[in-house]
């Protein structure tokens, strides 16, 4: 599947990875080693899979505001995603992750089925001008 989608940028950048998608919420805090990145939540339809380097996209993050440090200590970890897509709400945990780790944020909202099509495909955010592409 190949395409390009306009989003909407939250945290600046440009990245590209692999396509992760889930329409689950995920708590960054809990759910997620922070040593390998891999969602360790077994109710999670991510179970026993790494988020490191890819294109994350899920609806919005649940939990405690520490879930922004989580996700600065993923990046510090180097097994955080390369960038994150929001396909809901873009949640204050979540923004305020990416922007202290540095890692691109945007939303894209009513496009669902478009991006679920897209997991394991190649993905690049460019969030600076507003667009995700799927090669």
């Known amino acids: 599947m190949t395409g390009t989608i306009s989003c909407r940028k939250i945290?600046?950048?440009?990245c590209t990875g692999r396509v992760l998608f889930t329409r689950s919420p995920i708590n960054f805090l809990s759910a997620i080693d922070q040593n390998t990145g891999i969602i360790t939540d077994s109710s999670h339809d991510l179970h026993g899979i790494s988020i490191s380097d890819t294109i994350l996209i899920f609806p919005y993050s649940?939990?405690?505001?520490?879930g922004?440090?989580?996700?600065f200590s993923l990046r510090r970890n180097l097994v955080a995603p390369s960038g994150m897509i929001c396909t809901v709400k873009?949640?204050?945990?979540?923004?305020s992750g990416c922007a202290i780790a540095g890692i691109p944020?945007?939303?894209i909202t009513n496009q669902s089925d478009f991006l679920e099509n897209s997991q394991n495909s190649y993905g690049t955010i460019n969030a600076d001008i507003g667009v995700f592409r799927i090669e």
Do not use: C, F, K, N
């Open 11 to 14: 945290v600046g950048g440009v």
């Open 105 to 107: 944020l945007v939303s």
């Open 90 to 95: 873009v949640d204050i945990t979540t923004a």
């Open 62 to 66: 649940v939990g405690s505001t520490v």
């Open 68 to 71: 922004a440090y989580s996700i």
